[in-house]
């Protein structure tokens, strides 16, 4: 199963659930509609524990949808959640 397949976990916050799907080896890089990836969810709601888990088994903090939309662009256009937390955090892992 791939990560994108069950993105509803990054988009309604279940850390635990990404966690474990992490576990099982989910690919954390694919793509869904437009381009979007996990990490483009998570950010888009401003999911600090999620943008976390995702940035830490590998996802690209620089992947572009469709759009040309980067997760960074994504967290500044829609502010929601911990949003704050979830920028700094790609900035610091080199998010333009």
């Not at 709601?45 to 940035?55: D, R």
């Not at 830490?56 to 829609?78: F, R």
């Amino acid at each position: 199963m791939t990560l994108w397949r069950a993105r509803w976990p990054c988009t309604c916050r279940y850390a635990e659930l990404v966690q474990m799907l992490l576990s099982a080896k989910c690919n954390v890089h694919a793509s869904g509609q437009n381009k979007w990836t996990p990490l483009h969810v998570a950010c888009r709601e401003g999911s600090a524990a999620v943008a976390i888990m995702l940035i830490d088994a590998g996802a690209d903090v620089n992947a572009q949808t469709e759009h040309a939309d980067s997760p960074l662009s994504l967290v500044l256009e829609h502010k929601r959640g911990k949003w704050e937390q979830v920028e700094k955090l790609l900035r610091e892992r080199g998010a333009r």
